[in-house]
Nanobody, 127 residues
Framework: QVQLEESGGGLVQAGGSLRLSCAAS????????MAWFRQAPGKEREFVAT????????SYADSVKGRFTISRDNAKNIVYLQMNSLKPEATAVYFC????????????????????WGQGTQVTVSS
């Protein structure tokens, strides 16, 4: 099983940018589809973005499409989430997640399909 650790969260003004990182250990990252989810206070966890194990395909929530970019460096065992034009409603704890080992060419956005989770990193966007 892979262990995940997020970093890069912080406080930023609306319109600003942040880049989150998710470092994996315990297994090679290329075995897993990866995703970012977030949970705002008082709300359920929601899907943000996902990337295929090969990096060949991505999918985004409509609320972040065109502003957020998920990427991965399998050689470094790191997944990134570049967040631009941030809005106050993006304030949340952001979680990195890994699927079970896979060679599927299909992406999923359901949190139940991800088996390993990090502890999360806080992102706060001030207005």
């Amino acid at each position: 099983q892979v262990q995940l650790e997020e970093s890069g969260g912080g406080l930023v003004q609306a319109g600003g940018s942040l880049r989150l990182s998710c470092a994996a250990s315990g297994n090679m990252l290329y075995l897993y589809n990866m995703a970012w989810f977030r949970q705002a206070p008082g709300k359920e966890r929601e899907f943000v973005a996902t990337i295929l194990w090969s990096g060949g395909s991505t999918s985004y929530a409509d609320s972040v499409k065109g502003r957020f970019t998920i990427s991965r460096d399998n050689a470094k065992n790191i997944v990134y989430l570049q967040m631009n034009s941030l809005k106050p409603e993006a304030t949340a704890v952001y979680f990195c997640a890994a699927s079970a080992p896979t060679t599927t060419l299909n992406l999923t956005t359901q949190d139940g399909d991800f088996h390993s989770w990090g502890q999360g990193t806080q992102v706060t966007v001030s207005s």
